[in-house]
């Protein structure tokens, strides 16, 4: 009998845009990843991307260069949750660059990242600011379908972001877990049994201002544990929850302060 091995049919996206004075200057996509640019009287103009795969699994590849220049001010989100499903085998891999010139505010705020039992994930997220760039970068990840009553027990997601400063590196940060993530996550060290986090790093004179505000947000609870930092004309905020409704609503909330009372419209979709 003859020993085939399968090959699955994968996944593969690119997106490659540039928003030039809130006007798509660039536009290519290609595969499973598509964006939407859609009109709007909100000062800040919403760019949504979108994976017609309705997921990742193992062996997926997307790809997403976005620059924002010349007086922009965007949203970059998601349409949906994204989920990662079961893989075996090759990593499903992520990257995104993005860059923020010198007159323009990005707010980098896709929807939840949803890892599922046995996901398979490697990420990566290289931002290149100059002097008065605002930019704010807001990732959640929830560990399982948390709604249904599912924990995310093994796994591999494996997260870098480098982000640099007129081209020197100003801040790097990396998330491994792998094996049984369970236990990891049980770990007062680690999220102490919680079941979603966000991490949030923002720069700029501008969304720095309202630092107060932020900070008057970041209330610790029985279900809420946060904390920030702030240092060298940046600010890290690190929550962690035990319920991923509630880490959404403080989510929504700080964004809010910082764009002025705007979110993006997909967000109520």
């Not at 993530?181 to 501008?206: P, Q, R, Y």
């Amino acid at each position: 009998m003859l020993n085939v091995q399968k090959k699955f049919q994968r996944a593969n996206g690119n997106i490659n845009v540039k928003i030039n004075n809130n006007e798509i200057n660039r536009f290519y996509q290609s595969g499973s990843a598509k964006v939407f640019y859609p009109k709007s009287s909100q000062k800040i103009k919403e760019l949504v991307l979108v994976n017609t795969a309705g997921g990742l699994t193992s062996g997926d590849n997307f790809f997403y260069n976005i620059d924002i220049i010349n007086k922009s001010k965007i949203f970059v989100t998601t349409q949906t949750a994204e989920r990662v499903y079961k893989g075996i085998n090759e990593n499903a891999e992520i990257k995104v660059t993005l860059l923020v010139d010198d007159t323009s505010d990005l707010f980098w705020i896709p929807q939840e990242l949803i890892l599922f039992n046995n996901c398979n994930l490697n990420r990566k997220i290289e931002v290149n600011l100059k002097s008065n760039s605002n930019f704010l970068l807001a990732e959640s990840t929830i560990f399982g379908r948390t709604a249904m009553g599912e924990i995310l027990e093994k796994g591999f997601f494996k997260d870098n972001w480098k982000i640099y400063l007129n081209k020197k590196l100003i801040h790097a940060e990396a998330l491994s877990l792998t094996g049984n993530i369970k236990d990891k996550l049980s770990s007062i060290a680690c999220t102490d049994n919680g079941v979603a986090i966000c991490n949030i790093f923002i720069s700029g004179k501008h969304f720095l201002s309202k630092e107060d505000l932020l900070t008057k947000t970041l209330k610790n609870s029985e279900i809420i544990l946060s904390s920030h930092s702030k240092w060298n004309d940046k600010m890290l905020i690190r929550i962690v929850s035990k319920d991923a409704y509630e880490l959404k609503l403080i989510k929504k909330k700080l964004i809010s302060y910082l764009s002025d009372k705007n979110l993006p419209k997909v967000w109520n979709s």
